[in-house]
C-alpha cells in the first residue's frame, strides 16, 4: 500500500541535542512538507520541498534543516538551536500535477512526537 | 498577506445535533480549499472544493465554497461521539512555491 511513513512515533531528547526525524514516501509525490503541531496553533510549516535537491523555509524554519537527496526521503533535523523544539510534527506529501485531481491534497504520515527534557 | 480563518476555534454540542464550522480564506491566486479531518494523529481527507455554490456530500457531512465571499463551510448533520475531532481547512497558494496555508482548526467535542 502506498503511503508515508514516519519515524519514530514517539522520541525523547536533552536539550542541547539534534535530533533528526525520518518520513518516507513510496507516492511516487514530487513535493513534501513538513508542519509542527503545537495545542490551539493549527499547523505551521516548517520546510517543502517541491522537487529533488530543492527545499525552501516555511513560517518557522528557524532552528531546522532538511534535505532531498532522494524523491522518497525528506528527513527533518531539529538542531539545538531550536528554542522550543517540544512538539508534535508531520510530514506530507502531494502531486504537483495540476492537471491532477489530487493536486495540493496532501497526504499525511502519522506524526513524531518529539519531548525535549 | 494570506491567510486562512476558521471559526468558531472550539465546539462542544450533544450527540444528534448539527453543526457548521466555517473557514474564510485570503490566499494569492487561489484554485481550491480542502478539509480535513484529525483524530488523533494524521489529519484524514474529507473534501476539496474548486466551484462555488456546488455542495459536496459525504455520509453526514457537507461542505459548500463562496468564492465570491471567501468562505467555506462544513456541515455535520446527526453528530455522533467518532465525529470528535479538529476540523481543518486549508488552501494552496497557486503561484510558483505552491504553499498550503492551514486554519488553526476548529476542535468540535461531542457529548454523548
Known amino acids: 500500500d502506498g503511503g508515508i511513513t514516519q519515524s519514530p512515533k514517539y522520541l525523547f531528547r536533552k536539550e542541547g541535542q539534534n535530533v533528526t526525524l525520518s518520513c518516507e514516501q513510496n507516492?511516487?509525490?514530487?513535493?513534501m512538507y513538513w508542519y509542527r503541531q503545537d495545542p490551539g496553533q493549527g499547523l505551521r510549516l516548517i520546510y517543502y520541498?517541491?522537487?529533488?535537491?530543492?527545499?525552501q523555509k516555511g513560517d518557522i524554519a528557524e532552528g531546522y534543516s532538511v534535505s532531498r537527496e532522494k524523491k522518497e526521503s525528506f528527513p527533518l533535523t531539529v538542531t539545538s538551536a531550536q528554542k522550543n523544539p517540544t512538539a508534535f510534527y508531520l510530514c506530507?506529501?502531494?502531486?504537483?500535477?495540476?492537471?491532477?485531481?489530487?493536486?495540493?491534497?496532501?497526504?499525511f504520515g502519522a506524526g513524531s512526537r518529539l519531548t525535549v527534557l | 498577506e494570506d491567510k486562512v480563518v476558521q471559526s468558531p476555534l472550539s465546539l462542544v454540542v450533544h450527540e444528534g445535533d448539527t453543526v457548521t464550522l466555517n473557514c474564510s480564506y485570503e490566499?494569492?491566486?487561489?484554485?481550491?480549499l480542502l478539509w480535513y479531518k484529525q483524530e488523533k494523529k494524521a489529519p484524514t481527507f474529507l473534501f476539496m472544493l474548486?466551484?462555488?455554490?456546488i455542495e459536496k456530500k459525504s455520509g453526514r457531512l457537507s461542505s459548500i465554497l463562496d468564492k465570491k465571499e471567501l468562505f467555506s463551510i462544513l456541515n455535520i448533520t446527526a453528530t455522533q461521539t467518532g465525529d470528535s475531532a479538529v476540523y481543518l481547512c486549508?488552501?494552496?497558494?497557486?503561484?510558483?512555491?505552491?504553499?498550503?496555508?492551514f486554519g488553526k482548526g476548529t476542535r468540535l467535542h461531542i457529548l454523548p
Open positions: 506530507a506529501s502531494s502531486t504537483r500535477d495540476r492537471r491532477s485531481s489530487g493536486a495540493n491534497v496532501l497526504t
Open positions: 507516492l511516487n509525490h514530487d513535493a
Open positions: 520541498s517541491q522537487i529533488v535537491n530543492d527545499f
Open positions: 490566499v494569492t491566486n487561489f484554485r481550491s
Open positions: 474548486t466551484s462555488s455554490g
Open positions: 486549508a488552501a494552496p497558494r497557486m503561484n510558483r512555491d505552491d504553499k498550503i496555508i
